[in-house]
């Protein structure tokens, strides 16, 4: 199904620029004004879609904004990131945050949004900034502005969606940088560190032994690193496990330790305190995932792709703590936790295991686990272009079209570019993949309710995402990976 893309040219009473989620700052501007909004579906599934918004300023610099639309057909804004929100009945209020209500002339920046509804027919109208009426034009003298357009209805537009450049690098976090690419996630985990530069809420849940009691881990501030103090002063004097990683995308993607009292099943939840690290200077504790432990949600309703839609993964890893024991993944699974067939699944796999034979060296490599095979490339040979990560802290990535293409990558955390492992067709017998929307974390799709995981591995963060990451976007999520100071 093409997504639909439209343009409108806007002037109004200030032009506009948005950032990311967070506190809010409103200021009118008097000067010269008016601006164009790209608005765009980038993704949909059923009873929801995704939505990108892009405000180019073509007057003078302002100083804070307030952008208003109403929807057609009872759509319902479920989540916004690099701005906030309000909605009542069909009209939304969309404003600023403390740090970016001012844009030069000439500048852009974009904010997204998770709807409820039909996203085809989502075309908002009646977009108004700081309440005056968009008419097309820029200025108080009415002079039309000389882009290419002066017309305030919609048209066709076959431009780009929102590149991850539109959104500032300095403070982007990998689901807002996935998101201005088109790509929003659908699920964001992580034990060390916020996946938005708005997200305040809690990271995980740790469970102590002396006496059950649970305590929530959040962020030691919007967009910051985890309260380890928090855990430590929780946990002193006894033990502690991981029972659920939260998810940061809004969806409820939590996953739950696969036993009695978390996801059902056999396996356990990993102890909170193994590894204790820095990530920006601060102190941090990752998912430690020894043989017996696992995490899992079925997501295939709260939007993680099913079938043959398309869908991207990554997570930071460590290349230090593996095993060759199935499997250790991160990504998309059975709903069943049963091995369903060719396709079922779409995770990254890391570690040590040589599933079809023949490999080069001993590993760990970045693998694809698309059920029946760890795949490292297009086929069950081996493929020469397939590299060991070894580092301390790994980034590993993996995408898949749904119908005809995948790509594998792979990096040092702290330190340069993703590496190109695969890309190109997908295996014999995998085209249309046949994913079922569940989430796995630390082992394979056929694990754990009735057995338990024999895999081991290292989480610290990642995501699934909803579409077809672009190269561009991936490597700014690798940029942002780097920046964040895993040591």
């Not at 293409?405 to 249309?432: C, E, H, M, V």
Request: hydrophobic share 30%; proline share 5%.
């Amino acid at each position: 199904m093409k997504i639909p893309r439209l343009r409108l040219w806007i002037a109004a009473g200030v032009a506009a620029v948005i950032g990311a989620a967070g506190a809010l700052t409103t200021t009118t501007a008097h000067a010269a004004t008016g601006c164009r909004v790209d608005y765009s579906v980038s993704s949909q599934w059923p009873g929801g879609f995704g939505a990108n918004v892009t405000v180019n300023n073509l007057g003078d610099p302002v100083n804070g904004w307030r952008l208003t639309w109403s929807f057609p057909g009872g759509q319902t804004i479920s989540q916004l990131w690099n701005g906030t929100y309000t909605q009542s009945g069909s009209q939304v209020t969309v404003t600023n945050v403390s740090y970016n209500g001012g844009i030069p002339s000439g500048g852009s920046t974009s904010f997204g949004f998770n709807g409820n509804g039909d996203g085809a027919t989502s075309t908002p109208s009646g977009f108004a900034l700081n309440g005056t009426a968009c008419t097309g034009s820029t200025g108080p003298s009415g002079t039309p502005s000389s882009t290419p357009s002066s017309s305030p209805s919609a048209s066709p537009s076959a431009s780009p969606s929102a590149s991850p450049s539109s959104t500032p690098q300095g403070s982007s976090k990998p689901c807002d940088i996935y998101a201005a690419g088109g790509t929003p996630c659908v699920a964001a985990h992580s034990t060390t560190r916020a996946l938005y530069r708005a997200y305040n809420g809690n990271l995980y849940q740790v469970r102590r032994s002396s006496d059950n009691a649970t305590r929530n881990i959040g962020v030691l501030s919007a967009g910051g690193v985890a309260n380890a103090a928090s855990q430590d002063s929780f946990c002193s004097g006894t033990t502690c496990v991981i029972t659920v990683v939260y998810d940061q995308s809004g969806r409820g993607n939590d996953v739950w330790y696969q036993g009695s009292g978390g996801a059902g099943g056999r396996a356990t939840p990993a102890k909170a305190t193994t590894e204790s690290l820095t990530v920006g200077g601060s102190k941090a504790y990752s998912l430690y995932i020894n043989p017996g432990n696992s995490y899992w949600r079925d997501g295939h309703t709260t939007g993680v792709p099913t079938g043959s839609a398309p869908e991207g993964v990554y997570m930071v890893t460590s290349g230090t703590h593996v095993n060759s024991g199935c499997c250790f993944d991160y990504g998309n699974s059975e709903t069943t936790r049963k091995a369903d067939g060719a396709g079922a699944m779409d995770a990254i796999y890391f570690g040590t295991s040589c599933w079809f034979g023949g490999c080069s060296g001993s590993g760990p490599w970045v693998q694809a686990d698309l059920e029946y095979g760890l795949y490292p490339g297009g086929s069950s040979s081996w493929n020469p272009n397939q590299r060991a990560f070894t580092s301390k802290f790994v980034t590993a990535t993996l995408k898949n079209n749904g119908t005809s293409r995948f790509a594998i990558k792979g990096s040092n955390a702290q330190s340069g570019s993703l590496y190109t492992l695969y890309d190109g067709a997908l295996p014999r017998g995998y085209s249309p993949m046949k994913k079922q929307g569940a989430i796995i974390l630390g082992s394979g799709g056929d694990c754990c309710a009735t057995n338990t995981n024999l895999s081991a591995g290292t989480f610290y963060e990642g995501a699934i995402v909803s579409g077809y990451p672009s190269d561009a976007t991936e490597n700014a999520v690798q940029a942002d990976v780097v920046a964040a100071g895993y040591r």
